[in-house]
């Protein structure tokens, strides 16, 4: 997606000569007719590769990649540690049956294995592989140009989860939030910034305010180390304050987005949202006060 390639420009990438005996792949929920498209090309193009499909798209329909794709094993929720195990396991012909968090075809069945136990410690899991991928074009590609101008940006994920249960949410990172520690976090933009230079980051957490102490530490944080970096996040109506966004604004935070859906209370009661409309009138002149 980030190459922009045409239809004939993905065959010649995907056509890898059975190189490698797994091929891994995957996608929010939005991606499935893409999905469907190149599954069965690149399982044509290498008949020997195990295709292991990942990400919301799986968590959130466990069998459709598997029932309508020559998918061969399908990773349910967090990937780091099934795919590891579920890679070993092919490699070393062990059973497969007892990994949790795993869907896969059985004869003229799909079997879905218990949930695996979400990830606690996020510190634990190592940072994006960024030399793997053509990081140039991502760090160009600036969400709020019009807003922050020409600038190099980069995606950032603080925590997993969020604790409310809006009904129109696939919860792909489970209900209740995890989150990393704000010195691994900082560790993190650090790198992005020593090693790409970049002018920004977008916190893509679900809901990045909801323990106003760590927003606080977070920002403290950046200004006591120096960090000039400017930010943005995703936040709640109902979870900020003029203390907290006057601290974010002064750490370089320039965007908040409140995710306010509806101006309806009808149907943000509809949604199990847990807000009202009254609250993200208040959110937004806070925000316009903070600056």
């Given at each position: ?65 598997l029932s309508n ?67 140039e074009i991502y ?153």
């Open positions: 997606n980030a190459e922009r390639l045409n239809d004939e420009e993905v065959e010649n990438r995907i056509n890898l000569n059975n190189e490698y005996q797994v091929i891994a792949i995957g996608g929010l929920i939005t991606t499935y007719k893409y999905l469907k498209w190149i599954i069965p090309k690149i399982k044509k193009l290498n008949p020997n590769s195990i295709i292991i499909a990942g990400g919301g798209v799986v968590t959130e329909s466990p069998t459709l990649l794709t020559p998918t061969d094993f399908a990773i349910i929720g967090e990937a780091e540690l099934t795919i590891k195990e579920l890679i070993y396991n092919l490699e070393n012909k062990l059973p497969i049956n007892n990994i949790k968090g795993i869907a896969y075809k059985k004869e003229n069945n799909i079997e879905i294995s218990p949930p695996r136990p979400l990830i606690k410690n996020l510190d634990t899991l190592p940072l994006p592989a960024y030399d793997l991928f053509p990081t760090l160009k590609n600036v969400a709020h140009g019009l807003i922050i101008g020409k600038k190099t940006e980069m995606g950032i994920i603080t925590s997993r989860g969020c604790p409310y249960d809006c009904n129109y949410c696939y919860h792909i990172f489970g209900r209740g939030a995890r989150t990393r520690s704000i010195d691994n976090v900082i560790t993190h933009i650090k790198l992005l910034i020593n090693k790409y230079n970049i002018d920004s980051i977008i916190i893509l957490d679900e809901t990045f305010t909801i323990n106003k102490k760590r927003v606080i530490k977070f920002c403290d944080t950046l200004i006591s180390n120096n960090i000039n970096i400017k930010w943005s996040c995703y936040a709640r109506v109902n979870l900020v304050d003029l203390e907290m966004l006057k601290k974010m604004k002064k750490s370089g935070c320039y965007r908040v987005g409140y995710r306010i859906e509806s101006g309806s209370q009808l149907i943000l009661n509809n949604m199990n949202k847990k807000v009202r409309v009254e609250q993200a009138r208040k959110a937004i002149n806070l925000t316009r006060k903070a600056g």
